[in-house]
């Protein structure tokens, strides 16, 4: 028989870097999740994206076990190391803080592919352009 699940906590966390304190700790623990176990395989898992914010999906079951999903980054994450940007524009349409080249945009919607809502690549290349023009981040 399959576990029951009685939680799904949606997080993001540092790749390789996830420590216990907030935001990962509170929202663990009231769920009775062993912290220290979850920080130490979600850092083993992640070790290669060193500091990347990612998103992971963790199922709490009754008996207090979990497991979890990690995401790909978010879009905004991999354009602004792209673009080489600490953050994105106050007014995109008018303040325009970096730039990326279209080969860019190509390899971010292939890492991103499987989490968006896209049929093709093309498409998900469109999504990636909307989110780097939201962003006030110039495309070449």
Known sequence: MAKEIIKIIKLQASGGK???????????????????QFVSQFNEKT??????????????YRDKSFTFVVKSPPA??????????AK?????????VGKVTGAQVRKIA???FEDL??????KAEMIIRGTARSMGIDIE
């Open 18 to 36: 996830a420590t216990p304190a907030p935001p990962i700790g509170p929202a663990l623990g009231q769920h009775g999740v062993n912290i220290g």
């Open 47 to 60: 070790k290669e994206m060193n500091g990347t914010t990612v998103p992971v999906v963790i199922s709490v």
């Open 76 to 85: 905004s994450v991999l354009l602004k190391q792209a673009a080489d940007v």
């Open 88 to 96: 994105g524009s106050g007014v995109p349409n008018k303040e325009k």
């Open 110 to 112: 292939e890492t991103k």
């Open 117 to 122: 809502n896209a049929h093709d690549l093309d």
